[in-house]
């Protein structure tokens, strides 16, 4: 069993940047390969990035590659999206995601636990 905290969301500037954590409780996270998604209001959820078990292979949405990274820290059990270049198209709300699996990273189906969500705001 895996719990996720998000936090980090907020208000941010068009230009500006954010930073989502994600935090995970147990001893196995480096098991898992991770993955963020947001839901914007009448939208369905949507993929943005997903990262590996070790770290060095990363995926991302067409919409956010070039302004977001993800990253993870094992030793932490945490998960990060660094946001840059904010759009208000981003506004929506940010979950993570944890997953065994390796392949169909951009299927919400292929994870397994999910955070609560964190809001994120982008003003124009």
């Known amino acids: 069993q895996v719990q996720l905290v998000e936090s980090g969301g907020g208000l941010g500037q068009a230009g500006g940047s954010l930073r989502l954590s994600c935090a995970a409780s147990g001893r196995t996270f480096s098991s898992y390969s991770m993955g963020w998604f947001r839901q914007a209001p009448g939208k369905e959820r949507e993929f943005v990035a997903a990262?590996?078990?070790?770290?060095?292979?990363?995926y991302y949405s067409d919409s956010v590659k070039g302004r977001f990274t993800i990253s993870r820290d094992n030793a932490k059990n945490t998960v990060y999206l660094q946001m840059n270049s904010l759009k208000p198209e981003d506004t929506a709300v940010y979950y993570c995601?944890?997953?065994?699996?390796?392949?169909?990273?951009?299927?919400?189906?292929?994870?397994?636990?999910w955070g609560q969500g964190t809001q994120v705001t982008v003003s124009s």
């Open positions: 990262i590996r078990r070790s770290g060095v292979i990363t």
């Open positions: 995601a944890a997953r065994s699996g390796s392949s169909n990273y951009k299927f919400r189906s292929t994870y397994d636990y």
